[in-house]
Each structure stands twice: as C-alpha cells, then as structure tokens.
C-alpha cells in the first residue's frame, strides 16, 4: 500500500508543478488543508475518494490521470534526453578546440619548416 501512496503522492506533485501552483493554492483550491496534502504528495497519507476528486478537478485532470505513472515517466526520460544533449555539447566544444589547437599547432610547424628550408 505505501508504494501507492508514493506514486500518487508522486503524480499529485507533478501535476501541481506543472500546472505552476504551491501547495497552499492547490490546497486552497481543493477545499483541504495545506499540510494534509504535504503528507499526501509525501506517500504518507492516502486522500479519500471525494479527496482525490477535487484535487484531481483543481488540478484540472481526471482523477484516473492521478494513478498513471507515464507523466513521471515523460519528465524522466525528458531529464535524460537533456543531460545527454548537455554532454554531447560539452564534447563537441572539447573536439573544437582540439581541432583548433591542432591547425595551430600545424600551422606553427609549417612556418617552422619554411624557416629551415629557407636557411
């Protein structure tokens, strides 16, 4: 049952953040007390029926939308997708600059080697 909890707990919380609202609003608005619902976003208290109705109607979802996990799951791999584009931006810099410094280094040894063949 605690694992339930945690992923409507979970799903209730992301739903917020995503709408843009605090606790103290999205509380306000569901008719319940602040404090109550940290517990439920926390997995440590499960809303009743008519609980999870007007959270879910000030939240603006169905309340179904409340037990599915595919929006933690989108904001995941959402999260992965950007680290790994952050990464591919920091190699690509590095092998700039490599690139950089090796026609700088070719082109110091070039002017180099006209030096020598024009002694």
């Known amino acids: 049952m605690t694992d339930i909890k945690k992923h409507l707990g979970s799903n209730i919380k992301h739903h917020r953040v995503k709408k843009g609202i605090s606790q103290a609003m999205l ?14 976003e926390n997995g440590k208290k499960f809303p009743s029926a008519e609980m999870l109705e007007r959270i879910a109607a000030a939240l603006s979802v169905d309340t179904t939308d409340l037990f599915i996990l595919e929006p933690i799951q989108q904001n995941w791999k959402e999260n992965i997708l950007s680290k790994i584009e952050m990464l591919i931006d920091i190699e690509l810099k590095t092998l700039r600059r490599k690139k950089k410094n090796i026609r700088s280094t070719k082109s110091i040894y070039n002017e180099r080697q006209i030096k020598i063949l024009s002694l």
């Open 27 to 40: 509380a306000e608005t569901a008719d319940m007390a602040a404090n109550y619902l940290g517990l439920i």
